[in-house]
C-alpha cells in the first residue's frame, strides 16, 4: 500500500510558475514510476507527466511539454512538478499516483497502471 500527499497548489498568474510536490509512504518508490495527472472541471482526467524509476525517462502530455518538468528525489520518496509559463487552462486540481508494479518505459504513460492517488492540489491559474 502506498500513501501519498500532493501540496504546492495555489494561485498563479497567467506566465507564473508554481512546484506540486508528492511525498510518498507506506512503500519505497525509488523502484517505481510515478505520475502526475490533472482534472479541469468539466474534463476528463489526464496524464499530465510521468517518470520512471531511475527519472532517467519522462513522458509528458503535449498540453504541458516544454513548460512542466517532473523530477523525483528517491532519496527523500519525493517527486516534484515544476510547472512555468502557467496557463489558464493549466486550472485544474492536479494528482500525484502511483502505480502497482509499474517502473517505466512500456507502462508509465498508461493511466490505467496507476493504483494509488493522492487527494489532489488545486491549481488556479488567472490570465
Known amino acids: 500500500q502506498v500513501h501519498v500527499v500532493e501540496s504546492g497548489g495555489g494561485l498563479a498568474q497567467a506566465g507564473g510558475s508554481l512546484r506540486l510536490s508528492c511525498a510518498a509512504s507506506?512503500?519505497?518508490?525509488?523502484?517505481?514510476?510515478m505520475g502526475w495527472f490533472r482534472q479541469a472541471p468539466g474534463k476528463e482526467r489526464e496524464l499530465a507527466a510521468a517518470?520512471?524509476?531511475?527519472?532517467?525517462?519522462?513522458y509528458y502530455a503535449d498540453s504541458v511539454k516544454g513548460r512542466f518538468t517532473i523530477s523525483r528525489d528517491n532519496a527523500k520518496n519525493t517527486v516534484y512538478l515544476q510547472m512555468n509559463s502557467l496557463k489558464p487552462d493549466d486550472t485544474a486540481v492536479y494528482y500525484c499516483?502511483?502505480?502497482?508494479?509499474?517502473?517505466?518505459?512500456?507502462?508509465?504513460?498508461?493511466?490505467?497502471?496507476?493504483?494509488?492517488w493522492g487527494q489532489g492540489t488545486q491549481v488556479t491559474v488567472s490570465s
Open positions: 499516483a502511483a502505480p502497482q508494479s509499474c517502473a517505466g518505459l512500456g507502462c508509465y504513460d498508461k493511466p490505467y497502471e496507476y493504483d494509488y
Open positions: 507506506g512503500r519505497a518508490i525509488e523502484m517505481y514510476a
Open positions: 517518470i520512471s524509476w531511475s527519472g532517467g525517462d519522462t
